[in-house]
Structure formats: structure tokens, C-alpha cells
């Protein structure tokens, strides 16, 4: 499929999706059921709002989810205190399925939650967004529920950064445009259609997210747009325009952590399918520098990308599911 014939088929603005009442009627004639899963670490001062306005406007107004989950990674604020005040369910991630262990990363939380959530569908929405707004659920949901082929909804927007009390009217996606684009461009050309792929919001059907894999620290956006159009091509992917996300900065150092566990699951993809051959382990120690008057420091970071097998291979998510087990 040519890229640009693909944009203009499956790119979206949220307002097609705004007339809530028809949308959740399709929902309801189409038998699907929708959670929300908000993975959280330290998000007391955002995470009220995001309730607040997820539960009134698409519990209470208009049933479009069916459950409004926090999936903690062991949060020293309140954040979960505040979640459960204003009606969503808590979790804390070391305790979904103890018996696999715990480990830390967002990519943890969201593979815990396919176990946990009931949805057909599972919208994962960041717990850190400043101008929050019904429309980051239900247009990345839209798309699924109006459209049975498409499988995997990416959000993309504006993104403003925010600075203390200011906002700087342009930046963001620096990771994006400076590591995964041109990698994409190189061995996934197709993908290079997804305008923004390491957002964090996006809708998924269950029946994908339980047969791919994730990694549980900064590669998980990138290892699920690789291993579903591996799986199903661009035909299962659709994107929705959520117009401006106001979210914090990170340092540039930060970003360099990222990038670091993006390209080890993109060079472990590489392998796996076949396309760069290689044997061993990849390093997974990232040195950084800082200064101390006229003295350089070099700073080590062990970021091993750990990954998690897709959750239909684990036992009590058969069973849990009724799944037949061998």
C-alpha cells in the first residue's frame, strides 16, 4: 500500500468521533466492551483530573468504558489514594500475577493489564497529561469500533512542552524524529505513515495485544508497531489527530536512555524476523558524562530491555480467560 493512500484512508480526527451517543450505540450493537488503563509513578497532581473527567463524562454521561483502571508501578506520592477517590480501580502491578515475578517499567503495567482488564478493547491513556479531554478516549476507540479490520489505533498531536508555568508553543517528538523515524524509514518504510509511533495513547483489541510480546521498559510502542505488522500489515493500523497534548519535558540525558532501550528492541526485532543476523547479547549498559569543574565523570545505566511473551502463552491468563490449556 502507498503511504500516502494509506494516510488519507486511516487517519482521523477526533471530532468524526464526538457525537458520543452514536458511538456508543455502535458499541453496544457491536457487543464490545472497552476498558481504560492509565499507567501510573508519581502522578498525584494529574492523575484526579484524568478521573474525573474519564469517569463523568464516559462512565457516567455516556457508557462508552466499562472500567476505568490504574496500573501502578509502586507510586511514593498518593497517587493511588487520589485514583480511588474520585472511582477508579487501583492496582499495583507487583501484585497482578505474582507468580511471573515483578519487574519495573510502563511496558510491565500494560502487559499486567491485559491479564487484569476485562475490555475486548484496552485504551492506554498517560497519566502525566496536563489538558486532558474526553476526546483522547474516544477517538482512539472510534476507529475500532466503527471499523472491524482495524486492530491498533496511534494517537498523534502537537505537543507543546511544559516549562514550570509556561508552555513553549512547538517541540516534543524529538526521540521520534531523530532515532525511530529514520529507522523505520530504512527497514519498515510502511510504518513511517505513523506520525507520531511512540505516543503513549492508543487503542488495541485484545485479541492483538494477547499474542504479541512486551518489552517492559522504553521499546514497548516501538516492539508492538513492529510485531503487528509483522503479524498483519498496515491494514490492522489507524491514527487519530487529538489536536494538542501539554505534557513535561525531559532532559535530554533522559532522552538518551530511551533511545538506548528503543534500539535494543529494534535491533532484537531486526533478528528475530530475519532481517540483520547477529549472535549473542546486546550490551545494555549506556555511558553518559557529566562535569565537576574541570573533571569529566562518566555515568553507567543498566537498561536491559526485558521483555514479556505475549500473554495468551501464560497459564492463568488461560484459565482466567477459559482459554484451553495443554
Known amino acids: 500500500m502507498r503511504i500516502n493512500d494509506w494516510i488519507r484512508e486511516n487517519t482521523y480526527h477526533h471530532s468524526v468521533f464526538a457525537d458520543l451517543k452514536t458511538l456508543v450505540e455502535q458499541k453496544e450493537a457491536s457487543g464490545l466492551s472497552i476498558s481504560l488503563c492509565i499507567p501510573t509513578l508519581n502522578e498525584e497532581k ?3 483530573k484524568e478521573v474525573v473527567i474519564f469517569k463523568s463524562e464516559l462512565m457516567n454521561r455516556y457508557p462508552l468504558l466499562d472500567e476505568i483502571a490504574v496500573v501502578d508501578s509502586g507510586s511514593s506520592d498518593r497517587t493511588l489514594e487520589v485514583a480511588s477517590s474520585f472511582g477508579a480501580d487501583t492496582y499495583l502491578s507487583a501484585e497482578i500475577l505474582p507468580e511471573e515475578d515483578s519487574r519495573t517499567g510502563k511496558g510491565e503495567n500494560l502487559w499486567k493489564s491485559i491479564y487484569q482488564l476485562k475490555g475486548d478493547i484496552i485504551v492506554y491513556i498517560d497519566a ?10 474516544y477517538g482512539l476507540v472510534g476507529p475500532l469500533v466503527l471499523r472491524p479490520e482495524v486492530s491498533y489505533v496511534k494517537a498523534f498531536y502537537d505537543r507543546p512542552l511544559a516549562f514550570s508555568d509556561n508552555i513553549r508553543p512547538s517541540g516534543g517528538g524529538r526521540v521520534t524524529e ?15 505513515a505513523i506520525i507520531q509511533p511512540l505516543s503513549g495513547e492508543y487503542a488495541v483489541r485484545r485479541s492483538v495485544l494477547e499474542t504479541i510480546s512486551f518489552p517492559v521498559g522504553y521499546g514497548v510502542e516501538t516492539s508492538h508497531l513492529i510485531d503487528v505488522y509483522q503479524k498483519h500489515r498496515m491494514k490492522a493500523f489507524a491514527q487519530t489527530d487529538l489536536d ?4 513535561r519535558n525531559q532532559e535530554t540525558r533522559d532522552l538518551g536512555k530511551m533511545s538506548f532501550g528503543i534500539i535494543q528492541t529494534f535491533l532484537r526485532r531486526m533478528r528475530r524476523y530475519g532481517i540483520i543476523h547477529s549472535d549473542g547479547d546486546y550490551p545494555t549498559i549506556l555511558r553518559q558524562f557529566q562535569a565537576h569543574d574541570d573533571l569529566y565523570e562518566t555515568i553507567e545505566w543498566n537498561i536491559p530491555e526485558y521483555e514479556r511473551p505475549p500473554m495468551i502463552t501464560i497459564p492463568a491468563y488461560r484459565e482466567a480467560r477459559n482459554l484451553p490449556t495443554d
Request: no cysteine.
Open 244 to 247: 494538542q497534548r501539554v505534557h
Open 128 to 137: 502525566d497529561i496536563k489538558n486532558i479531554h474526553p476526546r483522547f478516549v
Open 46 to 48: 494529574t492523575i484526579g
Open 178 to 192: 531523530i532515532l525511530t523515524r529514520p529507522l523505520f524509514s530504512i527497514f519498515f518504510p510502511e510504518l513511517t
